[in-house]
């Protein structure tokens, strides 16, 4: 068995940056952040001074840095007579105050970094999922972190376009890849008619009343077996959140056109085909559970 060696990366210069700016640095040279150290220095607070491991070492791409940054100590704050004490050699509270400083310091910045978490390109991966729900909008968590941050960044300009056929095929595209085509003011039965749609158990359906002027149809170019049943889920998910509240839909999948006989057994019509979903209901079919008209083999 042939094992994968881990990425190797060369560790980037960054005595003399900025903390934030290290970490920036380190990030784009494809680094996790860094472990963030203090050290009393009368240098400059928040610049890196030393780092481990140093420059131009060849380490694994997932090792975390660690930088010693300049920081003032809360000993300093103290009464005299402790900071005595202090520099007298006892260094146990010294060491204490340096926690609740790294404590301290970890609020701050996300205090006077608050701005970032409202910009969907600067915002942490966590907080993703929150953000979209500020303005209704549906994230898949299988989406690439890319996407997400696209989409929400662009989420205002969609909208536009909400209760629309290319607002309804745009969100359907993002979540299953390819184009669907929405055919409007059509329903896929005709209804029990005597003599014309009557074949028992072939094409008899009954329903009631249909207004073809609010219905349409959404045909999804793809194999009914590639689609799983927590797909049909999402999919029937975004078409309710898209379409027009009065409004009624058919989901179908009539997979990939090859060819014209092809397409025909794929389509679910009342002639040949699988029939997968109807109206307002959630149809949750597997490959197994799909319907086929009596005499198909």
Not at 4 to 25: F, R, T
Not at 53 to 68: E, L, S
Not at 215 to 226: G, N
Request: charged letters at 25%; hydrophobic letters at 40%.
């Amino acid at each position: 068995m042939r094992v994968q060696s881990k990425k190797k990366l060369s560790v980037p210069d960054l005595e003399g940056l900025s903390c934030e700016n290290a970490s920036i640095y380190l990030e784009l040279n494809g680094f996790p952040k860094p472990d963030i150290q203090y050290e009393e220095s009368y240098e400059e607070a928040w610049t890196v001074l030393s780092q481990e491991p140093g420059k131009g070492q060849i380490v694994d791409a997932d090792t975390i840095v660690t930088i010693r940054v300049a920081q003032r100590s809360f000993a300093d704050f103290l009464p005299g007579i402790y900071r005595t004490s202090i520099y007298e050699g006892h260094t146990h509270l010294r060491d204490f105050l340096w926690i609740i400083r790294h404590m301290f310091d970890s609020v701050a910045m996300k205090v006077n970094n608050i701005a970032n978490y409202f910009d969907p390109y600067t915002t942490p991966p966590e907080f993703l999922p929150w953000l979209a729900s500020w303005i209704a909008f549906v994230l898949d968590e299988d989406w690439p972190e890319g996407k997400k941050r696209y989409l929400l960044r662009h989420a205002v300009e969609y909208y536009k376009i909400r209760g629309t056929v290319k607002g309804l095929k745009l969100f359907l595209s993002i979540f299953v890849g390819v184009e669907p085509e929405i055919i409007e003011n059509t329903w896929p039965f005709h209804g029990f008619q005597i003599d014309v749609h009557s074949t028992m158990d072939f094409d008899t359906i009954i329903f009631p009343v249909v207004n073809t002027s609010h219905c349409f149809i959404v045909d999804i170019p793809l194999e009914p077996q590639e689609v799983s049943e927590y797909m049909i889920v999402k999919i029937h998910d975004i078409i309710r959140a898209e379409k027009p509240a009065h409004t009624m839909y058919y989901l179908r999948f009539k997979g990939k056109k090859v060819s014209l006989s092809e397409f025909q057994l794929l389509v679910g019509d009342e002639e040949s085909g699988y029939v997968i979903g109807s109206g307002e209901e959630i149809v949750e079919l597997g490959e197994a559970e799909v319907e086929r008209l009596p005499g198909e083999e």
